[in-house]
């Protein structure tokens, strides 16, 4: 499971670099990105949120804007390879800290176990990760602040914890929940 795992992932960065390169920007939620970035470079804040542009296909708080905000120096295209490179690399540190949550829970000796369940942990979400590479969702940081969050509260560290949950619950509201279990704990 390893050694395919780190396969796959050798395979899907230049395979999926390829095809989000290939893909149109203008059907995706990074396209929604992208615009409001453009729309704050220019400060034309009325715009930022325009019943003109048809179905979005996610709305986004407004403190979200400046994590934007830098796509907007970049061309379309090259903003969306980008955009593809901070996703793949949001997923590897969110399993990072997977596999040391594991690593906490198990004690050194079970590096092996560590790594296969992480491994395959990659390996169950690896479709839902292809669909967010393509789509430009913001999943992969999301997934990244659940996973710090998940290590600051095994390690007993409030502080991590509650800065790893933070960061999905700007994007979405049902990670802020997560809050309630950390506090019970």
């Known amino acids: ?17 390829f095809k989000v390169h290939q893909s149109n920007v203008d059907c995706t939620d990074f396209s929604v990105y992208y615009r409001s970035a453009q729309r704050a470079k220019s400060q034309n804040w009325a715009e930022i ?7 979005c296909p996610y709305r986004y708080a407004p403190p979200l804007i400046p994590l934007f905000r830098p796509l907007a120096e970049l061309s379309p295209k090259q903003g969306q390879l980008l955009w593809y490179l901070v996703q793949y690399f949001c997923f590897g540190f969110g399993f990072f800290f997977i596999y040391k949550t594991l690593l906490f829970c198990g004690g050194r000796r079970s590096r092996k176990t560590a790594l296969f369940v992480t491994c395959l942990g990659i390996l169950f979400i690896l479709r839902f990760s292809l669909d967010t590479f393509t789509i430009g969702q913001v999943s992969a940081i999301m997934f990244l602040g659940l996973a710090i969050g998940l290590y600051g509260w095994v390690i007993r560290n409030p502080i991590l914890a509650t800065l790893g949950v933070f960061v ?9 929940f997560i809050f309630g279990i950390f506090l019970s704990a």
Do not use: E, Q, W
């Open 1 to 17: 499971a390893v050694i395919v795992t780190f396969l796959l992932l050798l395979i899907v960065l230049p395979l999926y670099f």
């Open 49 to 55: 949120y325009s019943l003109k542009d048809g179905a």
């Open 168 to 176: 999905p619950a700007l994007f979405k509201i049902g990670p802020g």
